[in-house]
């Protein structure tokens, strides 16, 4: 049975092949990439991203967790929600949305069931994400989960002809079970 997280709205799901349309529509929109080390991608470079996705879900057990974040109403694929599983019990979160989605709180709904997904069901020990100063959107995110902000690494990237700044969040296992409720991921809501 593959591995389905459920919230109030969205349904996450392993990331496949078929998905190629509705991922490359945002993987190739230069807006949408502008703060990430990924895109704006050509067809091949998304037939890479979804063939890599897809290894990362065959491993045995995967290391690599990189979720179709679907509506629930109509299946519809809206963005990706990943976590990259490191040594020690650590994890690494990040999410890509169609601009069409944005603002809605779809992105804040599926981090926290990935995240719980991580602490609950994989064990993790702590989770961490990362974003570029000026994406105040993606720093929300990380706030309202109950992250902490822990690091800045200065001048990191340059973009739009200049450098900027890159902060570092993390929560514990701790922090997290302490800020949330029993219960299935749509019903903790830590941070809020
Ligand atoms: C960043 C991104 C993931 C946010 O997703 P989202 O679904 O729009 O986020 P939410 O609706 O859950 O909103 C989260 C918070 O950001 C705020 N926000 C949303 N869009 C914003 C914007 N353009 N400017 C400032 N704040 C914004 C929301 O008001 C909310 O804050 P609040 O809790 O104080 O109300 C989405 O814009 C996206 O996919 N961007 C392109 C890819 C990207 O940058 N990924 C992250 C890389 S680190």
Redesign the pocket.
Known sequence: MPIQLTTERLLLRPLVQSDFEAVHT?ASDPE?????NFGPNTEEETRVFLRASAQGWAEEPPDNYEFAVTLRGNGDLI?TCGLHLGPFRRAEI??????E???????????RAVVDFGFRQLGLHRVQ????AP???????M??LGMTCEGRFREAVYRDGEWHDVLLYGILEEEWRAGSLPGPADHAHPGD
């Not at 994400?129 to 570029?132: I, K, L, P």
């Open positions: 945002y949408v990439c502008h703060y990430m963005g990040g999410y890509i949305y169609r601009r989605a944005w603002g809605q709180g779809y992105g804040t709904e599926a981090a994400a990362r974003h570029d994406n105040v959107a993606s720093g929300r995110i706030q309202r």
